[in-house]
Nanobody, 124 residues
């Protein structure tokens, strides 16, 4: 049973920074599965559809949405099974619930099907 638990959200003033963390637990085929899986961060603001923020594939290749490029950085600590999202120069439009997700696949084009419960980020 795979679980993702996010943390690190909060309230911050515009221009500030936050770092989100996502700890993965459980295993599909082994103890270091998450090193080989695509993982990503998504967000959903009130009244809006969920959108992709950043993804990190098994080769360490990253992809960002245009709205966060240059401000956010996705990274992973495989030894800790933890995914991070460093968010700098935050803007009010970054306010949303942020979700960590994985598709249990090395290919990030495969739909994400494992989601965390989310962590709220509010920028004023």
């Amino acid at each position: 049973h795979v679980q993702l638990v996010e943390s690190g959200g909060g309230s911050v003033q515009a221009g500030g920074s936050l770092r989100l963390s996502c700890v993965a637990s459980g295993s599909v085929t082994g103890t270091k599965d998450y090193e080989y899986y695509c993982m990503g961060w998504f967000r959903q603001a009130p009244g809006k559809e969920r959108e992709g923020v950043a993804v990190l594939d098994s080769d360490g290749i990253t992809k960002y949405s245009d709205s966060v490029k240059g401000r956010f950085t996705i990274s992973k600590d495989g030894g800790k099974n933890t995914l991070y999202l460093q968010m700098n120069s935050l803007k009010p439009e970054d306010t949303a619930m942020y979700y960590c997700a994985t598709n249990l696949h090395f290919d990030c084009s495969i739909a994400f099907n494992i989601w965390g419960q989310g962590t709220q980020v509010t920028v004023s």
